[in-house]
């Protein structure tokens, strides 16, 4: 029966080096690949992902002072009703 260490060392022999290739390539491409396609965006006139995600962050902070400013407008409009309702209110007790 074979050992486990006696496969592993037959893995060595026979290496043909290909394997040291791809583990020497794979981080070079790592780090060129995103460089690749942030150029090849601009020089598609597509937006990269940067400012996808600045334009992503500019709008959400847009759409919050937006609920803001529409919830300031609701709770207005119900103290104003309220106001108002209570101006009916004191005009009907006055007229009895």
Same mark, same amino acid.
């Given at each position: 029966?074979?050992? +486990?260490?006696?496969?592993? $060392?037959?893995?060595? *022999? !026979?290496?043909?080096?290909?394997?040291?290739? /791809?583990?020497? /390539?794979? +981080?070079? &491409? @790592?780090?060129? %690949?995103?460089?690749?396609?942030?150029?090849?965006? *601009?020089?598609?006139? @597509?937006?990269? &992902?940067? /400012? %996808?995600? $600045?334009? #992503? @962050? !500019? %709008? @959400?902070?847009? /759409? #919050?002072?937006? *609920?803001?400013?529409? $919830?300031? %407008?609701?709770?207005? $409009?119900?103290? &104003?009703?309220?106001?108002? &309702?209570f101006?009916?209110?004191?005009?009907a007790l006055?007229?009895?």
């Open positions: 029966m074979r050992k +486990p260490d006696d496969t592993i $060392q037959e893995s060595r *022999e !026979y290496s043909t080096g290909y394997d040291d290739f /791809i583990s020497l /390539i794979l +981080p070079i &491409l @790592r780090d060129f %690949l995103p460089i690749l396609l942030d150029r090849w965006s *601009e020089f598609t006139d @597509r937006p990269t &992902l940067k /400012i %996808l995600e $600045q334009e #992503n @962050r !500019y %709008l @959400r902070s847009r /759409i #919050n002072r937006l *609920e803001k400013r529409v $919830q300031w %407008l609701v709770m207005f $409009q119900v103290v &104003l009703a309220m106001f108002f &309702l101006l009916v209110i004191l005009i006055k007229a009895i």
